[in-house]
């Protein structure tokens, strides 16, 4: 397995397979009276976080804890960068004190990458401006198998920002190596251009879009990354592309519904809908610590999974 986890564009079939069952054998550890074991007694995490994170940032860290490394939080806001620092400099600097992971999402494309670059240590991405975002694609697989098995010839359809979103890059990479069918659909102005060699379907209608899928992953509108007019009112968006009950029921067929997270309510998605049978967004969430966990030891190079999720000492 290649030592870093840099995007799913990357991994083989194997690996991601691999990653997804130790994550299912550490959401067995998570539900033990004390779920923790001593996977990474003596290893060093740093969570180097130069951008805004609520659930990512809290599930590496609680995922860290759970496997008994010793943990820093690094936060651009605060730190030597403020003072112009270059990020080779902060990060030979970190090392410097003898670290053995760093954790890292960052706003530019290719900063784990160029991380690899000049350091000896192990670099995990945890969303790299629009490239990837790998444990969240990895997360919301896992999650597909809990719920229905496999992901094989399944119908995931992604829905809304996908210009912006890192998160669709790693689902459609991750899903379609372990054979699922992927479509996008969202208004054209938010689908990339390039979107038509990935070998997805592509909806511009939302109603088509159920009509084919069994599950949807809506994304959030990224409005903090839109710099000009992408769709005409918000209003216009959620009545022609929110999902809602309403256009759920016009389907006689169970369907999933998927979100990464931070959700706009009654933007891309209606308010109730989120909270509803159909959701398994906070499954997504659980889910998080123990893949992160499964990644975390699977990257640290550390023995087999039996000596991993067991509490011997
Ligand atoms: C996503 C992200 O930051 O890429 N959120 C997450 O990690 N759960 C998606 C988003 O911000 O919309």
Redesign the pocket.
């Known amino acids: 397995m290649n030592e870093h986890l840099l995007g799913l564009e990357y991994c083989s079939k194997e690996e991601i397979e691999s990653m997804l069952k130790a994550g299912f054998s550490f959401k067995e550890v998570l539900s033990r009276p004390i779920p923790k074991v001593p996977t990474l007694r003596g290893k060093t995490v740093v969570n180097l976080f130069f ?1 805004n ?1 609520t ?2 940032r809290i599930s590496f860290e609680l995922a860290q804890k759970r496997l008994s490394a010793d943990t820093v939080n690094f936060s651009a806001s605060g730190s030597s960068v403020s003072k112009g620092e270059s990020l080779r400099d902060t990060i030979r600097n970190i090392e410097a004190m003898k670290i053995d992971m760093v954790v890292v999402r960052h706003q530019s494309p290719g900063v784990p990458y160029f991380l690899t670059q000049c350091t000896d240590s192990i670099i995990i991405n945890a ?1 790299d401006g629009l490239h990837e ?1 790998p444990t ?1 694609g990895l997360l919301d697989i896992m999650t597909l198998q809990e719920k229905l098995g496999t992901v094989k010839d399944l119908k995931v359809v992604i829905v809304g920002d996908i210009l912006h ?3 669709a890059r790693s689902n459609i990479y991750g899903l379609q190596k372990l054979g699922a069918k992927v479509a996008l659909c969202g208004p054209p102005t938010l689908i990339p251009v390039q979107a038509e060699q990935w070998g997805v379907e592509i909806f511009y209608n939302i109603e088509d879009a159920i009509r084919w899928g069994e599950v949807l992953n809506v ?2 509108l ?1 409005l903090e990354r839109q710099h000009s007019g992408l769709f005409p009112t918000r209003r216009e968006y959620a009545h022609r592309f929110g999902v809602t009950l309403e256009k759920l029921r016009q389907v006689d067929k169970e369907i999933t519904i998927m979100h ?3 959700i706009n309510r009654g933007l891309e998605l209606e308010h109730d809908l989120a909270d509803s049978e159909f959701s398994v967004i906070l499954d997504q969430v659980t889910n998080g610590v123990a893949l992160r966990m499964a990644v975390l030891y699977l990257k640290s190079g550390v023995s087999t999974t039996e000596q991993a999720i067991s509490q011997k000492k």
Do not use: D
């Open positions: 951008e994170s659930r990512t969303g975002h969240q979103s890192r998160v994304l959030r990224q990464p997270g931070p």
